[in-house]
């Protein structure tokens, strides 16, 4: 467990934090942030205070979001809950500027999805393939938990705004050095998920990877995706036109004479991401991929090189989500 936090310094970060306005292009106008459900806590007020500066009263603490988890709804506070989602979407070893940006990516994605009751009444699940993975904090050390509520309380209340809107702050594992458009992946453009560099994941586990899938087995898959393919004798003949996206990602590969997106083989073979070549032997289809993911917003392992050259989480979000402000959501 490398997570550094020293009380004294994340003490200082909140009181830093609790002013913090990040500007990034373009100015923003009047927020939509949904209404702290249950509970409120009223500040003191001016004379109560006398003449010291008063903080805002904790936010995560006083925002309670309902969580479907193991077929159960339960509400949760949102400390606990961001507690939880870092144990369970971050490696242990990342350093605190990168667990501080994915706590406010997460929040973000924790007050969008508020109004949203997408699951039997739930704002959110703790499948990560659906919404946001979740361990239950009380089954960590105290020094891992520790670690993450550093994190969490150091950006207590901070959310990732564009035009005034909460964003959808997608992320993802690794890139392979530039990520994508969301445009490529899911058809919408957002103009804060546009493909950006993402210099220094070569330690990632999956920066590059390689599939082999048997020659019968490729075929096979095709044709189940669709039944009009044909595989003439030459192999050469199997792999059509490519295009690429912008951020390196196959668009559109014609194969066995039919256009197949991306997006399309990347779930037929299981491919760890988008971006990959694809060469064929005689008993081989072997895919060479680059990242992990879907790769449209923030790589986390991108997060942590920018971390370890010295970047605040801030700077980190407002590189992987283009033009959007970092401010604290107000109740
Ligand atoms: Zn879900």
């Known amino acids: 467990m490398k997570h550094a936090f020293l009380s004294a310094a994340a003490a200082v970060?909140?009181?830093?934090?609790?002013?913090?306005?990040?500007?990034?292009?373009?100015?923003?106008?009047?927020?939509?942030?949904?209404?702290?459900?249950?509970?409120?806590?009223?500040?003191?007020?001016?004379?109560?205070?006398?003449?010291?500066?008063?903080?805002?009263?904790?936010f995560d603490r006083n925002y309670f979001l309902p969580v479907l988890r193991e077929g159960e709804i339960v509400s949760l506070d949102l400390r606990t809950y961001l507690t939880?989602?870092?144990?369970?979407?971050?490696?242990?070893?990342?350093?605190?500027?990168?667990?501080?940006?994915?706590?406010?990516?997460?929040?973000?994605y924790a007050l969008r999805s508020y109004d949203r009751r997408r699951h039997q009444g739930a704002a959110v699940c703790t499948d990560s393939a659906?919404?946001?993975?979740?361990?239950?904090?009380?089954?960590?050390?105290?020094?891992?938990r520790a670690g993450a509520e550093a994190a969490v309380d150091?950006?207590?209340?901070?959310?990732?705004?564009?035009?005034?809107?909460?964003?959808?702050?997608?992320f993802f594992s690794c890139s392979g050095g530039q990520t994508e458009d969301a445009a490529a992946v899911w058809g919408g453009d957002l103009p804060y998920l546009r493909s950006v560099p993402s210099p220094g994941e070569e330690g990632a586990t999956h920066f590059s990877d390689e599939q082999r899938v048997p020659l019968a087995e490729?075929?096979?898959?095709?044709?189940?995706?669709?039944?009009?393919?044909?595989?003439?004798?030459?192999?050469?003949?199997?792999?059509?036109?490519?295009?690429?996206?912008?951020?390196?990602?196959?668009d559109v590969m014609v194969l066995g004479g039919r256009p197949f997106r991306g997006t399309e083989l990347r779930k037929i073979f299981g491919l760890r991401s988008t971006a990959f070549t694809l060469t064929l032997t005689a008993d081989e289809a072997i895919f060479k991929t680059s990242g992990f993911g879907h790769r449209v917003?923030?790589?986390?392992?991108?997060?942590?090189?920018?971390?370890?050259?010295?970047?605040?989480?801030?700077?980190?979000?407002?590189?992987?989500?283009?033009?959007?402000?970092?401010?604290?959501?107000?109740?």
Do not use: H
Request: hydrophobic share 40%; net charge negative.
């Open 130 to 144: 659906c919404c946001q993975g979740w361990l239950d904090p009380s089954t960590v050390s105290a020094d891992r």
């Open 13 to 58: 970060a909140f009181a830093v934090l609790l002013t913090l306005t990040v500007r990034c292009g373009r100015k923003t106008t009047a927020r939509t942030t949904p209404a702290i459900p249950m509970q409120t806590t009223v500040a003191p007020s001016a004379s109560q205070a006398g003449t010291e500066l008063q903080a805002p009263q904790p």
């Open 218 to 250: 490729f075929q096979a898959a095709l044709r189940s995706a669709d039944p009009s393919v044909s595989f003439p004798e030459a192999l050469g003949a199997w792999v059509g036109n490519v295009t690429r996206t912008t951020g390196g990602g196959v």
């Open 154 to 170: 150091a950006t207590d209340g901070l959310a990732i705004f564009y035009d005034g809107e909460l964003i959808d702050a997608t």
């Open 84 to 108: 939880g989602v870092l144990l369970a979407e971050l490696p242990a070893s990342f350093s605190e500027e990168t667990c501080k940006a994915q706590a406010v990516a997460c929040r973000t």
């Open 297 to 331: 917003g923030m790589s986390q392992y991108g997060a942590e090189a920018m971390a370890r050259t010295g970047k605040r989480f801030d700077e980190i979000l407002t590189w992987y989500y283009q033009g959007v402000t970092v401010e604290r959501a107000d109740p």
